[in-house]
């Protein structure tokens, strides 16, 4: 399907008429997305299986810039997720920025897939209820201008394949705009070029085939009960990745996950059941992983890659071609 944007026509009218390919997508995995990244949405702080070691890493990260803003006698944090899915990382950073005494904390997460974005508002119902905390979910395109003033926000996050669905030409926009409305971090990761195989919405075991094609950036999948989806899919070469943030970004690090750990994990096809590695063998992997994580020769191999950034000073930022809502494939 193929949908532009003329002039300016707002999301709202072009989603009557077209339902964005990627939105479709995260909508149809309803909720079997959220359990499919992150386990059980009850337990925010149980790291889920595969993924397990890149989100302690970027648990981590984020852990640290949250608690270095408190050190500095912040009281107050505005946190911007874009593409947040069904909303497990804001309610862990919103928690988290709780008990370390922030007493204001606005965290708003976007997301193309209204069936996320629906599913991140019921999970987050409880946590709204605490006293300072601004927790708002949205439908909304990633590549339209934020609403946000500029410098307002302490931690800007994109993660997990968001950006991967963002088509190449769009990224130094999107970039551009998000170095517009932050003040302190932008934590991003996406799928590296050399990355194991996914079908992003569901494990792989739920695909009857899936094709990346590259030449393309498309990923085309049908599922075991017949649904099939193409979206827009392209994985970046670190140096790739490292060039177009440059334009916008400090970076203060660039760095590939799970470099090893996915080639063990539990995953039928090419692991039997029973050859989970014990607690040894995964400390000499996260060992193996911090050696060799920047390295040139091993960094486009990792599942994900990570960023870490801060906006250049403030500049101007055109955005005379950016739609005020919208999308275009
Ligand atoms: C793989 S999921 C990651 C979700 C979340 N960041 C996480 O880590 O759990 C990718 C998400 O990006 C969203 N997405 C993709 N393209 C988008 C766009 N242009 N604007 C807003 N959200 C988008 C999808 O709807 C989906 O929820």
Redesign the pocket.
Known sequence: MAVSIRGRESAARLYENAE?P??R???QAGEK??VY??GDPGKLDAFHEQYAYCDQCVWALIDEKMRALRSSGARSIRIL??????G??LRRIATRAWTLGFTSITARG????DA?VRQARTLSRKLRELGGVDLTFEV?????RLPDADASVDLC??????L???PMHRLPAVLSEVARVTCGHFIM?ARAIGSTPTI??DALEEARWFWRDISADRLEIELQNGRRFSLNYQLFRAEELRAVAAAYFKLHDLKGLDLFHGRFSGDRRWNPPGSAAGAQFLHELARLEELYCRDPDFIDHATHLLLLASPRKQREHTLEELPSSG?AE
């Open positions: 964005h990627v939105a997508a995260y909508n997305y959220g990244a992150d997720d874009l593409g947040c899915g069904p497990t990382w976007i997301d193309i897939a996320q909304s395109d990633i590549c339209a996050l994109c993660l997990y394949g968001v991967n669905h963002i990761t992003c919405v999308f």
